[in-house]
């Protein structure tokens, strides 16, 4: 037999044998008890240390209990989920967002931040319709932006009217508007019906224009109205719808950063971002209380007094526990500040003090790099006041951070990290950053080079959208929703902007041992996507979505093209 013909019959043979090794079940530790579910024939991005990409996994009591290039071991009552070689990733996690403010938008809302032209946020609001009961508004609410559907502008009112024309909508941009509405709800903004409300305010008038818009304090008189209309039901209703969204992005956690503390009754000036902050929790409460919540809430505590006796402030941190609660819905820490100032002033300076003697986690916001230097002086500050007063680890062990960062240098990152810092990176430059906008977004390679502790974040859902798919294509395109390169220079791989929104920001939550990664022990999050992020065209980033989303283990959005039994 020729030396060549050996060597192919035996490459031939290791290959079979290495198929069938596949094919079998794997080995099981002594003990090991059947899993509830397991997920077969999958493209499965663990996210762990070696970045490994396993075939199956196996879940049981809302953990992942094996994880395989093989095939799981499958019980007689297991639930076997095909994947037909579909990418799977950890549940996305933001780290920095306004979730509870979606959570709370009035009416029947409809996110349409994935719509491309107003064909598209036609159709999604037709469909919408079908379950809206007559009289109950349609409404479009938050940070999404004209730049990134083909017309570059807001529906007129005949779009709307030509997509739901039997109920009133209102489309709201971002904080204050511009809001555009139908024939309905120009009609009833323009004569509203006197009567009793839900909150018992009257509701007030507003000037529509011929095309449906209003802008300033019509704009927001308008959120007023709708928000003086909603009932609690109607709360717990939009909490479940954003948690529902969410699921379909295939984000599964989120750290809320409050909106702007507005505990009074509510007035026609409020924008979308102000709501009572101590309110505001009520409904996702209730909704987790009934065990209906499908993502995990991490809510931190923003302070805005700008008062040196932050009394708001001191009686948070005597009277609140932080990271209480559960797996699914737990206290976080103070941010996204515990005082106005971004680095300056006393009244900016004592919050840091406040939150450093209570052993507090921290975040604040730089949106330039005299923001940044200023933050960690005071930073430095405190953690020197810590050391003298007997505290020898300072503020290290406590994970204070800075978001946004637009303009850094490397030796203001090496004072972060020899803090203990991090940053949390911004992208929400994808919405409205143009090549004339300085900065332009933050510098992602070169925060990644330096080997600082790094996240990324969109800032949904006011002045951007909460896709994380948006943010991917941002930090690894550098263009703006317009196509406009803006960030030249500063792009990281797809891979890496996918990590980042899983394993890396999972550690932002002070949750690095329960998410963030597909692997043994780790809550069984993930999301079964409609393509490969690493295939797919730079504009396919865009459509990226989940058709299948688990937390805990349990299916928590589906749409249907995985095939599995849903009669079990």
């Known amino acids: ?50 970045g490994s990409i396993a075939r199956g996994v196996g879940i049981r009591d809302g953990r992942f209990i094996e994880v395989t290039n093989g095939r799981p071991h499958v019980g007689p009552r297991t639930k076997v989920i095909d994947l037909q070689g579909r990418t799977v990733v950890p549940g996305m996690i933001e780290g920095h967002v306004h979730f509870v403010s979606l959570a709370i938008r009035p009416g ?52 709307l009217d030509a997509a739901v024309p039997d109920r009133p909508v209102l489309v709201f941009q971002q904080f204050s508007g511009p809001a555009r509405t139908n024939s309905l709800g120009k009609a009833f903004f323009e004569n509203p019906p006197g009567g009793p409300t839900p909150t018992g305010l009257p509701l007030l008038p507003a000037t529509v224009g011929a095309d449906g ?52 009754p509510l007035r026609p000036t409020q924008q979308l971002s102000n709501f009572d902050n101590f309110r505001m929790y009520d409904s996702w409460l209730a909704v987790h ?41 737990m206290t976080g820490a103070i941010g996204e500040w515990g005082a106005p100032g971004d680095g300056v002033g006393d009244v900016w300076l004592q919050a840091q003090r406040l939150v450093g003697q209570a052993g507090w986690r921290n975040n604040n916001r730089a949106l330039s790099l005299s923001a940044l230097t200023a933050e960690i002086t005071g930073y430095e500050t405190i953690n020197q006041e810590l050391i003298a007063a007997g505290n020898p680890d300072g503020i290290t062990k406590w994970r204070w951070r800075i978001d946004h960062v637009p303009v850094v240098t490397a030796a203001l990152l090496d004072r972060l990290q020899a803090l203990g810092g991090a940053v949390q990176m911004g992208a929400f430059s994808y919405v409205s950053g143009t090549p004339a906008t300085t900065p332009r977004g933050a510098p992602f390679k070169t925060i990644l080079a330096h080997g600082i502790k790094a996240g990324i974040h969109l800032d949904g859902v006011h002045i951007a959208p909460l896709n994380p798919w948006f943010g991917v294509y941002y930090a690894s395109t550098g263009k703006n929703a317009l196509g406009q390169l803006i960030n030249n220079g500063e792009q990281i791989s797809r891979e890496q902007a996918v990590r980042l929104y899983t394993r890396e920001n999972a550690w932002f939550l002070n949750m690095e041992d329960k998410l963030g990664s597909i692997e043994t022990g780790k809550l069984a999050d993930l999301a079964v996507l409609n393509d490969d992020y690493l295939k797919v065209s730079d504009e396919g980033l865009k459509r990226i979505g989940s058709v299948l989303t688990l937390v805990n283990g349990n299916v928590v959005y589906d749409s249907g093209v995985v095939p599995f039994d849903r009669n079990d």
Do not use: C
């Open 1 to 50: 037999m020729k030396k060549s013909v050996l060597i192919a019959g035996l490459v031939a043979g290791l290959a079979l044998a290495l198929a069938a090794w596949a094919d079998k079940p794997s080995d099981m530790p002594p003990g090991h008890t059947d899993p509830d579910v397991v997920l077969i024939n999958g493209n499965i991005h663990t996210m762990d240390a070696e």
């Open 289 to 329: 209380k009934e065990g209906k919540a499908l993502i995990r809430l991490q809510a931190n505590f923003l302070h805005n007094q700008n008062d040196i006796t932050l009394p708001e402030l001191t009686q948070r941190l005597k009277n609140q526990f932080q990271l209480f609660g559960d797996d699914m819905m």
């Open 213 to 264: 818009s209003m802008t300033g304090l019509n704009a927001t008189t308008a959120l007023y109205d709708l928000r003086v209309l909603q009932t609690f039901d109607d709360k717990k209703r939009s909490t479940i719808d954003a948690m529902r969204y969410a699921a379909s992005v295939g984000m599964t956690a989120v750290l809320d950063e409050v909106g702007f503390p507005d505990s009074g």
């Open 108 to 159: 029947y809302h409809v996110v349409i931040e994935n719509a491309q032209s107003i064909a598209e946020i036609q159709a999604m609001l037709a469909a919408r319709r079908a379950d809206v009961p007559p009289g109950q508004w349609i409404t479009a609410m938050g940070g999404w932006h004209p730049n990134m559907f083909a017309e570059h502008r807001l529906p007129t009112l005949a779009e």
